[in-house]
């Protein structure tokens, strides 16, 4: 599976989200990372409950109170480190993980 290239760490604040598209593939993949302090974890950005995209606004994918991955359609709040869903349309259900590594301050998705 490639490497791709997705930002370095120090370019997202302490929590902060970033969308990306990946057209290296056919069809593209739409990912997302978010940071939270020292953790970053991605997935998909497919909302399980109709695999809309999750971000409210370019980049924005967290609850005003960054305290969760909030979904723009129906508003459902998923648990940042686990990507469960813990309110909402699909409670229960969780994101797909995308496996990411940090190698030199650089952020990279394993796809
Ligand atoms: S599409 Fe995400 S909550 Fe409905």
Same mark, same amino acid.
């Given at each position: 599976?490639?490497?791709?290239?997705?930002?370095?760490?120090?370019?997202?604040?302490?929590?902060?989200?970033?969308?990306?598209?990946? &057209?290296?593939? *056919? =069809?593209?993949? %739409?990912?997302? +990372?978010?940071?939270?302090? $020292?953790?970053?974890?991605?997935?998909? /950005? *497919?909302?399980?409950? %109709?695999? !809309? =995209?999750?971000?409210?606004?370019?980049?924005?994918?967290?609850? $005003?109170?960054?305290?969760?991955? @909030?979904?723009? *359609?129906? #508003?459902?709040?998923?648990?940042?480190? /686990?990507? @469960?869903?813990?309110?909402?349309?699909?409670? #229960? @259900? &969780?994101?797909?993980?995308?496996? +990411? &590594?940090? $190698?030199?301050?650089?952020?990279? !998705?394993?796809?």
């Amino acid at each position: 599976m490639p490497l791709i290239k997705l930002c370095k760490i120090n370019e997202l604040t302490e929590v902060d989200s970033r969308g990306f598209v990946i &057209s290296e593939f *056919s =069809p593209e993949r %739409n990912i997302f +990372i978010v940071r939270n302090y $020292d953790v970053v974890v991605a997935y998909e /950005n *497919s909302c399980p409950h %109709n695999f !809309a =995209p999750l971000d409210w606004a370019p980049d924005v994918f967290l609850s $005003d109170d960054k305290e969760f991955i @909030q979904c723009a *359609s129906h #508003g459902a709040l998923f648990e940042i480190d /686990n990507g @469960q869903c813990i309110y909402g349309p699909c409670i #229960g @259900q &969780s994101l797909t993980t995308v496996n +990411i &590594s940090i $190698d030199d301050g650089v952020i990279y !998705a394993d796809l």
